[in-house]
């Protein structure tokens, strides 16, 4: 089986983009041992603090944050991360080629409960025009990621990742899963193709009544199955964390939808451009599904803040469409 490291070098891809990638691992790694020691480890609970979102953080979103920042800045292919969990840009090396987006810990309320959790992360070219520690480092549209993945800690432990157009004309997006013997990732699903057409869909149904009126449209004709327009029957899978629900759209195809709503009227979409949609985003496009953010391709979205929330519908592409049908009708 070829490892992580042999196929970067068979895509080409820069020596640079390598040693980011192997260090996010290397990072990962560590918090695989982590998350699989659980309580033994002392890893589970909250802290007393609030991340800039807001959000209570769980023990294990600040450990994978320290792990993920020490690593990073040591490397001197970095110029400056960004991380959920931080306030703003960290700083890392004047030098550097490549700045890092990531969310350390994703599905944080599955940490307690033994569920899916993970790591996200996007990576893009350092821009030579602006200084290195700038937060404009990462006003780049999705579309210029270099590379995306993420590392799912699951009954496994696998990694997703693909390169951008930029880097490598391969646009492909592959599976790596942990050889714990041995702490490599090896290639388990090469080239992956997402199924076009699907009957399983993702979103937390809890949220209907604040959703607008084309998507709860969309998602009753879904629910009404085979005795409604849709005509098949439809299953519904929510893990409550994005990478659970990505991966899980990756290997069997599906939609997951996390739309706009009016539950807080400062705060209309809940995930967040630059640590999950856009990776996601690119993973998906690579494997032939499709992302939206509504109105717009999310690839194509022009960032305006570090922090900033989207709406997100992703997966097999016509289905996708079919929900994007419903949204349009009206706009
Ligand atoms: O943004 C974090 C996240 O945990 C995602 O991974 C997940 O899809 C979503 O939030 C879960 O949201 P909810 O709490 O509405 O189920």
Known sequence: MK?????????????????????????????????????????????????????????????SNQLLKDLLLACPQI??????????????????????????LDGSSNID??????????????????????????NQQGSQQACAGYVLYGPSTLLAITTGAAVTAKKVTRCFTLDATQGTFLLT???IKIAKETQEFAINMSNSRFWNEDMRCYIDDLILGETGPRQKRYNMRWNAAMVGDVHRVLTRGGIFLYPSDNRNA?????????????????????????SW??????????????????????????????CLGYLHAHS
């Open 79 to 104: 110029a400056s991360l960004a991380s959920e969990e931080e306030d703003t840009v960290v700083a890392a090396n004047p030098g550097g080629k490549y700045v890092v987006a990531f969310d350390p």
């Open 113 to 138: 409960i033994n569920g899916q959790i993970g790591t996200i992360f996007s990576i893009y070219r350092a821009l030579d025009s602006i200084p290195h520690d700038s937060e404009l480092q990462f």
């Open 3 to 63: 490892n992580l490291l042999n196929v970067l070098r068979s895509d080409e891809v820069d020596t640079g983009l390598i040693q980011v990638i192997e260090t996010i691992i290397n990072a990962s790694k560590e918090i695989a041992f982590r998350v699989r020691q659980g309580a033994l480890a002392g890893v589970l609970g909250s802290t007393q603090d609030e991340n800039v979102q807001g959000e209570t953080q769980k023990q294990l979103d600040v450990i």
């Open 266 to 290: 400062k705060q209309p979409a809940k995930l967040r451009l630059l640590y999950e949609a856009n990776p996601m985003a690119l993973l998906i496009e690579n494997a032939g599904g499709k």
């Open 189 to 191: 699903a090469d080239n």
């Open 293 to 322: 953010s509504e109105q717009q391709r999310t690839l194509d979205i022009q960032p305006k803040q570090l922090h900033e929330r989207v709406a997100v519908i992703l997966g097999s592409a016509n289905e996708v469409d079919e």
